[in-house]
């Protein structure tokens, strides 16, 4: 917001925050999807059913590639209309859909950091998805700078940070889990 704000000034600022509700709300229901995987791979953890444990990782893939699948696709294909709901003005609209398409084109990414995150957890590895955390507020904080003030991609760009640190931050974050799961 403050990379958009300074930089593009007043209005696309106001097209990030009006759609930054949304987004919140969509992040929300994906942590609280996924954090119940974790749960299921803690107890096969902590009863030491390795078979009981891959089974378990397995499934909780399965599950977050058709919610993903699912909720990206409604999420897209609502988007005009969710911002039409919102009565979002019409001179921020255009940056409004851009911002709020881009960030929920990439809900796949994180849909499965959560999902990592949450079973590192499960296996004990509390740090390990934090350092992720940091590491793609980071990235993201960078790639802003660079994609909106440097590349002049205006909102579009700034989503698109986002879009690529939280994809980044899930293939590092699903290296670490396979290498701890072997």
């Excluded at 600022?13 to 954090?35: E, K, M, P, Q």
């Excluded at 001179?91 to 990439?106: K, N, Q, T």
Aim: glycine share 10%; hydrophobic share 55%; proline share 1%.
């Amino acid at each position: 917001s403050v990379i958009v704000g300074k930089t593009l000034g007043a209005d696309s600022l106001a097209a990030v925050g009006s759609t930054s509700i949304i987004i919140y709300f969509v992040f929300c229901f994906i942590n609280g999807f996924t954090g119940g995987f974790g749960i299921c791979l803690g107890q096969k953890c902590g009863a030491k059913d390795e078979k009981g444990m891959r089974k378990s990782v397995a499934v909780s893939t399965l599950l977050s590639i058709a919610f993903t699948v699912v909720l990206t696709l409604t999420c897209c294909l609502l988007s005009h209309q969710i911002l039409r709901w919102m009565q979002i003005p019409a001179d921020i609209s255009g940056e409004a859909y851009d911002y709020m398409f881009v960030v929920l084109l990439g809900t796949g990414a994180t849909v499965f950091y959560n999902m990592i995150s949450n079973m590192l957890r499960a296996l004990g590895d509390s740090k390990t998805p934090l350092y992720f955390l940091v590491f793609s507020s980071v990235l993201n904080i960078f790639m802003d700078l660079w994609m909106v003030a440097g590349l002049g991609l205006g909102v579009f760009g700034a989503a698109l940070a986002t879009l690529i640190a939280q994809g980044i931050s899930a293939v590092f974050s699903f290296l670490i889990f396979l290498y701890r799961m072997r």
